[in-house]
């Protein structure tokens, strides 16, 4: 296995040693926690997609990883796992409902991943695991209103509302399917959605069809506006546009003391944050200027939230650990 650095990972503190995955698009990361709060090891590995047969191979995958990782720290011993993945799921019924991009619909991750594993497994949206992470032991837990917005391949958010998540029966903060433009499309069916416009996904597939010539990725897209190129400076300005409305349209309806931006987008920095405060206050009027501020956790929030959340089963269902 290869592992990621883990230096500079916060300690959850006393309690559980718990196993904990966080699946995502192209990559699916793996962790082990010990009754200290420690992060023993994180592990990042390929999504294995396998078409329709994708999600029993990530449930298999989970159980190779968790094997691995085991037999690498033979002194800790999980009582519970956490499991986080993308696209729309059922929390309370551990169902994954449908992944557009992974190929997915109403499969049954936690009953599988607990046949898998061997242990009880709290199930969860990733974007909200990684939200929960960031306001445990991160930038938003300073603030009882806020918004953890993340913003890489998709476009999601975690909503805390008086210092708890509001899921809305797990659909809330899917702030990428709103309509912030006429066009493009949108892999859910829809046309205009924020993120068919400023993801960093999005930002790459539309300078590049815009121009004709291939990037890697969003982060080469502003590298290029740095040097000049008047495409590349239309593509992320109307990303930052887009940005501003959708954002405008959560503070008019939450009203959230801050909004943290995490994903791969945000890494761009100052680049990213200045222009887009500056185009919110444009738009706002009366409203809470809510403080835009980065994720502080960084990479692994979502294996970190996912091991909060199979602690959390100690309080909220303690009769499943002693089974």
């Known amino acids: 296995m290869s592992s990621s650095a883990v230096a500079l990972t916060p300690s959850l503190g006393a309690g559980q040693a718990v196993l904990a995955f966080d699946v995502g698009g192209t990559d699916m990361k793996a962790a082990l926690v010990d009754g200290l709060g420690a992060i023993r090891d994180v592990v990042r590995v390929p999504t294995p997609l396998d078409g329709d047969r994708t999600a029993a191979a990530v449930v298999s995958r989970i159980g190779e990883l968790a094997r691995e990782l085991l037999h690498d720290h033979p002194g800790v011993c999980p009582r519970a796992a956490g499991l986080l993945v993308p696209g729309q799921v059922d929390d309370e019924n551990g169902v994954g409902v449908f992944s557009e991009?992974?190929?997915?619909?109403?499969?049954?991750?936690?009953?599988?991943?607990?046949?898998?594993?061997?242990?009880?497994?709290?199930?969860?949206?990733?974007?909200?695991?990684?939200?929960?992470?960031?306001?445990?032991?991160?930038?938003?837990?300073?603030?009882?209103?806020?918004?953890?917005?993340?913003?890489?391949?998709?476009?999601?958010?975690?909503?805390?509302?008086?210092?708890?998540?509001?899921?809305?029966?797990?659909?809330?903060?899917?702030?990428?399917?709103?309509?912030?433009?006429?066009?493009?499309?949108?892999?859910?069916?829809g046309s205009g959605c924020l993120e068919a416009v400023a993801s960093a996904g999005a930002i790459a597939r539309r300078y590049t069809l815009a121009t004709g010539r291939q990037v890697a990725g969003a982060k080469e897209v502003l590298d290029r506006v740095v040097?000049?190129?008047?495409?590349?400076?239309?593509?992320?300005?109307?990303?930052?546009?887009?940005?501003?409305?959708?954002?405008?349209?959560?503070?008019?309806?939450?009203?959230?003391?801050?909004?943290?931006?995490?994903?791969?987008?945000?890494?761009?920095?100052?680049?990213?944050?200045?222009?887009?405060?500056?185009?919110?206050?444009?738009?706002?009027?009366?409203?809470?200027?809510?403080?835009?501020?980065?994720?502080?956790?960084?990479?692994?929030?979502?294996?970190?939230?996912?091991?909060?959340?199979?602690?959390?089963?100690?309080?909220?269902?303690?009769?499943?650990?002693r089974r």
């Open 227 to 321: 040097m000049g190129d008047l495409d590349a400076r239309e593509i992320w300005e109307s990303a930052l546009d887009a940005l501003a409305l959708d954002l405008s349209h959560t503070v008019a309806l939450l009203a959230p003391e801050a909004i943290v931006i995490g994903g791969g987008l945000s890494q761009a920095g100052a680049a990213l944050f200045e222009p887009l405060e500056s185009r919110l206050e444009a738009i706002l009027t009366f409203h809470r200027r809510p403080r835009l501020l980065p994720a502080s956790i960084g990479e692994n929030a979502g294996v970190i939230g996912a091991a909060l959340l199979a602690r959390d089963l100690s309080v909220r269902s303690p009769e499943r650990l």
């Open 101 to 189: 991009n992974l190929g997915w619909r109403d499969y049954p991750f936690r009953d599988r991943a607990e046949a898998t594993l061997g242990v009880p497994v709290a199930f969860g949206h990733d974007v909200r695991g990684a939200g929960e992470a960031e306001y445990r032991l991160g930038a938003a837990a300073q603030f009882q209103d806020v918004v953890v917005m993340a913003i890489g391949t998709g476009i999601a958010g975690a909503i805390f509302i008086q210092g708890k998540l509001y899921a809305g029966h797990s659909l809330a903060g899917e702030m990428g399917h709103s309509k912030v433009a006429d066009g493009p499309l949108c892999a859910c069916g």
